[in-house]
């Protein structure tokens, strides 16, 4: 893998990372340091659909639970075979699997070597994601290995948050149909949303309840950053984009979202009209607010609006 090493960064360092990254932790267990600095430098400008890497080291298998227990969760693991005995790294895989029930984290066995332990029965018995010679693993074929995995564990987080979403959703409609939500449910609705979507009071995004009246547009709540917005005018947004956006999407009475902003209207609430605003929405998934919008609908149909 060192051949290619300076042309593989060479390449990537041209790249222009995007505005907007997040992180995944991959951890990287090998008895041997120059594995482990050879590793860094082929990742270290590594980008896929606006993810970095963070890279963790542990040189034994006894360190790598130990990282495994207080840094987790991990992505992608790279893990070599051969440490403290001969197959360290394979008892290891089967404790990641079966003691630590994470299915979701990709294992890629690194091995220098191959003949102490077959492929098939590894792949096959340790629930091993990929199996890569030392010898062979150029920076291309290494780059491509965790491209691919990387793919596959967002693929499988994507479905956990999506069944997590819908058992939070679950949730929401048992209170509406609550006789205390359908009672109060104005100023339930930013709560029940933040419920949908997974968002804590301390994510620092802003939303607010607005409802329209005979005379205007009236902010009912705030959260996050417009938490000081209380029983207020629309206008005391100091948005006018934003405000007229607003107005619109209640003219319509419809749904309205982009990388920015959501906008979920709620009709004749209490005989009322209501909107939810939500803005820096940019981690959200198609899927995600195919949710909202169900439980916008549920809601809809709970308080006879339809």
Do not use: W
Not at 30 to 44: M, S
Not at 96 to 117: A, C, F, H, N, Y
Not at 137 to 155: H, M, Q
Not at 169 to 184: F, K
Request: charged share 30%.
């Amino acid at each position: 893998m060192k051949d290619d090493v300076r042309t593989l960064l060479k390449d990537k360092g041209n790249q222009e990372c995007p505005p907007f990254e997040r992180s995944l932790k991959v951890l990287i267990v090998d008895d041997e340091p120059t594995v482990h600095d050879i590793t860094a430098l082929v990742l270290k400008n590594f980008r896929y659909r606006g993810y970095k890497l963070e890279l963790m080291s542990a040189y034994s298998a006894t360190e790598a639970r130990e990282k495994l227990a207080s840094h987790g969760p991990f992505a992608l693991i790279l893990l070599d075979v051969i440490m403290e005995t001969d197959d360290a790294g394979l008892i290891l895989a089967r404790y990641i699997r079966e003691e630590l029930k994470d299915s979701m984290v990709r294992i890629i066995l690194r091995t220098g070597q191959p003949g102490m332990v077959p492929q098939r029965q590894v792949m096959r018995d340790y629930e091993i994601d990929d199996y890569k010679e030392k010898a062979e693993l150029t920076s291309e074929r290494f780059d491509t290995a965790v491209a691919a995995s990387i793919r596959t564990y967002l693929g499988f987080r994507k479905l956990e948050q999506t069944s997590q979403g819908l058992l939070r959703i679950l949730e929401a409609i048992r209170n509406v149909e609550t006789g205390d939500m359908r009672e109060n449910l104005a100023n339930h609705i930013l709560d029940q949303f933040e419920f949908v979507m997974n968002r804590g009071d301390s994510s620092g995004m802003g939303s607010i309840l607005v409802v329209r009246e005979d005379n205007g547009e009236r902010i009912v709540s705030g959260r996050g950053i417009h938490a000081g917005l209380q029983d207020c005018d629309l206008e005391k947004l100091n948005d006018p984009e934003i405000s007229e956006l607003i107005r619109d999407t209640l003219n319509s009475g419809s749904m309205q979202h982009d990388d920015h902003h959501i906008m979920i209207t709620l009709l004749h609430i209490n005989g009322l009209q209501y909107l939810a605003y939500f803005e820096d929405v940019r981690e959200f998934t198609d899927m995600e607010r195919y949710l909202i919008k169900l439980y916008a609908s549920h809601i809809n149909v709970s308080t006879g609006s339809r």
